[in-house]
């Protein structure tokens, strides 16, 4: 196995923060300084960072739903000072954010010492769908818009991939995507003349906010993560695209039935 997928594997830190950690020297196999990630290694290997064994003993690997404030950041760490969703987890086990929501963004993230599965969620090959709803300036947002979204906008990094995109209310949207680009929906609506008021996410892949109140918390069970494991395309999933199977962050109960391919967007282009 590559190292870096040990390292995450273990629960050291996600695949790429894992790659990082090795090629800058903190890394040992057999005693050896290691700074190829992609060194393969196997589980029997005495393997260190920083001088401390990992890989002994089972991590338990866990996975919290945590429904965002605004104002709270969803990196591990904030120089500036401000709250982390980290924090409200408050464990002493290491966990990190999957992805990251901006500040003013409220709702579902996930935190997890579960770097594969982290890496399955966010790296854009597995097209992982987010759902997020958006109130908007200048409405009433016409069906011009909106089409426009669907079909994909012009944005500075390039053309988004096509999203499904529903209008709750003249100033609301749901837009549905697969990138994760840096705010991206806000630049979407703000391109098609309807700046962002106020963003929630309330869907990750399989799995919905629901009503886990503002500031909640929520372990997840182990049908969830199973089904967050199978989340997107790729290897080992489990149905057509994340939206095959949805279960709620504010019920553990296991998702009553498949729902398959509603309202799905066209032809999927690759995210960068
Ligand atoms: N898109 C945004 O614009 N912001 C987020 O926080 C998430 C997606």
Redesign the pocket.
Known sequence: MRLAKFLAGAGVASRRASEEIIRSGRVRVGGELVLDPARNVEAIDEITVDGNRVGEGPVKRVVYAVNKPAGVVSTARDPQGRPTVVDMVGRSMRLYPVG???AD?TGLILLTNDGELAYRLTHPSFEVDKT?RAVVSRPPVRERAVRALRDGVQLDDGPTAPARVRRLAPDTLELTIHEGRK?????MCEQVGHPVLS?Q?VRFGPLRLGDLPIGGVRLLGAAEVDLLRSAGRGPGTKGPGSASRRVTAASPSAPKRARRGSGAPGPRRASS
């Open positions: 990251r929501l901006d963004t997020y705010r991206q929906v806000r630049r963003l996410r």
